[in-house]
Structure formats: C-alpha cells, structure tokens
C-alpha cells in the first residue's frame, strides 16, 4: 500500500477549497442570472394620487318602513252576513271591482217596500190634486152664483135671504179649496219622504256590495264567507301600489338640517344602490317619548318595492375633515380592502380599513396611491409615474 507524506493532507485540502470556491462562484451567478430578469422588468406606468384631507359632507342615517302612499281598510257600513269574499291577498284590483258581497235579502225587501211605499204616496198626490181642481172648480161655480144674486138683489129682484144661501155657499167652496190645497201640499211632502225613504233603503241595499275605492293590491284578508260584517271591523287591507313612501324617525337635534324637498338616498333592504327620495313631510310635533321627528320621503316607482321592508335614508349632516382615499384607488377582493401605494417607485400592497372613501386606518396624509390599477401591478413590482399626476383628492376622483 502507498503511503501518504506529510505534504499530500495539505495538496487535498487545496483541492477541496478550490471545489467550494468553484461551487460559491456557480451559486452566485445562477443567482445573478435569476435576478437578471427581474431587474430588467420595464417599470409599469401608472397615475398616482395623495391620501389627502378633504371637507366631507357629515351623514345622518336613518332607518325606517316602506309604506304605500295610500292604504284602505276596507270595512262594512252595515251589520250583515258575509255572502262571498272573491279576492285574496297578492290580487292586483281595478277601482269599482266587487271585494266582498254581504247577503242583501231582507235589505232588498226593504227597498221593494220602500218602492212601493213611494208608488202609493204618488197615487194619494194625484187624488189630492184631481180634489183640488173640483174644489176650485165648485169655488168658480158658487162665486159666479153669489155674483149674479148680488146683483138682483140690487135690482129688488132677489130677496135677503137668496143672497144669504149664495154667500154661503161661496164661503162653503171656498174652504173645500183651502182644504183640498192642505191635502194636496201633504200628499207631495208624503210623496217626497217616500222618496227619501226609497233612496235610503236604495243606498242601503248597495252597501251590500263593497268595491275597490281605487286601483292596488289586497295585502291582508280578515274575514271568511258566513262571518258577521259590523261597521268598523276590517275586512281587507288595499294598497296603492303606484307610489310608496319611506318612513324614518330623526333626532330632535338633527331636524334642523333636513327640509321639505330635499333629495336624499335611500337604501333598501341590505342593498348598497341607493335611490333618490324626495322629503315630503316633517312632523312638525315632537314625540315626547323619543323626542325624534317623523320625516315621510317619497319613493320613485321601482320594480321590486313593497311594503314593509327596510329602509334607510341618508341626511347631509354637518361637513367634517377627513383623510381620503380615491375610490379609484380601492381594490376589493371578498372582505379584504386594499390600496397599492408607490414607495420609492416600487408598489407596495396596503391593507386599509375605509368607510366609503375615509381613511379609518391603514394610510397616512401625503401617501400615494396608484390610480385604476392596471394589470400586472402587483407587491414589489416597480413603477413609473409616467401618467399625468393627480395632485389633489378632488383630481384623483
């Protein structure tokens, strides 16, 4: 076996440093030519805006119920079975539609009565003016009679006593006349509270049929056929679905700044659209309870809106400073909000935390944020302002 001299341990070692050395300089340019690439990325051009302080408007919330602009109770005017009730709730009805027929049968007697009750009165005017035109005519006859005596008398060609009985029966006539005319003036105020009667029992009878006062839906049904109908009861809810109306309570101490007229947004539902309103009403009597205002604002028609759901409106409050972000600038994905911010001309992903475009957290004043972010922006990608810059909050927008 060949033996190993004092000089060969250090010949191996030299050879084992110069092998790691060889490996070091491989390693380091591999690394070099991984990093080559990157550090010969064009930088992406983008436009920046500043997280600046900005006057924003205050908000007051709001919430409340949509209610229809117009709702009937539909009740009985009169104590009477219920016969048919032909709509349900969800019925769209047309003004004059047929809701609920009550029985009608010892009303219509009652009309067929009352009817016939006019027709006799009518009869009994008739005789009463046919007595008194022979009364008047009896009245004629005994004047020209008295007349013609009077004036033998004169002549000594009638006696006293002729005289006397064609007084009397003047006066008699007369006071058939006067009677016939009493009896005639009764017969037609007979006639006319037949009339009246008639009329009544008329407008009763109709009670037994209750229509739509206008156009809507039936949103609630409180009786069944067989039931007593009493005046006051409800029978159906109806409302108007062309026009609705959202109801809120503000606070006594906001109510100043909201007016008749104003638009504001509303918000339906758990939605985030907003539609415009229009303040109708402010309830001029505080409520000693809640010390709130009862403010009405009128909805534009809108498919899918209905009564009783949720609603808030959103008041202009008093303007406040604020940090804000452009909303351009904002990148959502699922629960997590983010801008891109540029750091030395590398972008840099920042969480945030905003309501709408306020700064709760996560931004600092002067901060620049990447406008729209274009494709292929991403954390510690570099970045160009070749854009044009947006110098203020307002640019930004």
Known sequence: MKQITANQPIIVAGVIATLLMSAALAGCSARQAAAAPADATAPLIVSIAPVAMTDVAGAIDAGGVVQARTTATITSRILAPVREVRVSPGDRVREGQTLIVLDSDD??????????????AEQGAKAAAAELLAAEAGLALARASHDRIASLQAKRSATAQELDDATAALRSAEARVAGASARTSQAVSAVDSARAAGDRANTTHSFTTIAAPFDGTITGKMVEPGNMASPGIPLLRLEDTHGFRLEVRVDESRIGQIR?????????GTGTTSIAGTVTEV???VETDVRAFLVKIALPDADGLRSGEFGKARFSGTPRRVLTVPSSAIVRRGQLTSVFVVDQGIARVRLVSLSESEVLAGLTESEWVILSPPDGVADGRRVSTGGRYASSWEAGR
């Open 283 to 285: 309830s001029r009597a």
């Open 107 to 120: 009303l219509a007697a009652g009309a067929r009565a009352a009817h016939s009750a006019t027709l006799a």
């Open 260 to 268: 008749n007229d104003d638009i504001v947004p509303v918000f339906l």
